[in-house]
């Protein structure tokens, strides 16, 4: 009596062929997704670094045409009011810049808390990948299990 190789082993040449092929196509797959998503990574990256570039450049000159405008309007009001209440309208254009930079520092507070939403396409994107790649690991799980059970029946 004559015990073929594949017959005692399980793991035959070609069922571990198999393993090997899978194995490399889920890498290959597995890299060119990391690749993609990098790329996505880097893409998202310049985009947010152009418009940081561009919202400190425009706050720079809307707080230079702010103070020169600022400067203007209370050089206005302390020579219209110069001759009889000069120290109070200098006092009352004081409190308004108080309370304006009061106001503002309160608003940046709240916005920076706030946060942003960086990488938020790419973080989306690899959520996406991971559940797909869990159903394939999942239906591959499937398959493998019915042909085990169809050599077996």
């Given at each position: 009596m004559s015990v073929r190789l594949h017959d005692r082993d399980p793991m035959t040449p070609r069922a571990t062929d198999s393993i090997v092929r899978s194995a490399r196509r889920m890498l290959a797959i597995l890299v060119s997704m990391a690749r993609t998503r990098l790329n996505l990574l880097a893409v998202e990256i310049m985009q947010e670094k152009s418009r940081l570039w561009l919202l400190l450049l425009l706050t720079a000159l809307a707080l230079l045409f702010a103070f020169l405008a600022l400067l203007t309007l209370?050089?206005?009001?302390?020579?219209?009011?110069?001759?009889?209440?000069?120290?109070?309208?200098?006092?009352?254009?004081?409190?308004?810049?108080?309370?304006?930079?009061?106001?503002t520092l309160f608003m940046l507070r709240q916005r920076s808390k706030a946060g942003s939403k960086l990488f938020s396409g790419t973080l989306d994107e690899l959520a996406k990948d991971s559940a797909a790649l869990e159903d394939e690991l999942e239906a591959e799980d499937?398959?493998?299990?019915?042909?085990?059970?169809?050599?077996r029946g």
């Open positions: 209370s050089l206005f009001v302390i020579v219209a009011f110069w001759d009889d209440h000069r120290l109070l309208a200098i006092g009352c254009l004081f409190a308004f810049y108080v309370a304006a930079t009061a106001v499937i398959d493998f299990d019915l042909q085990r059970n169809r050599r």
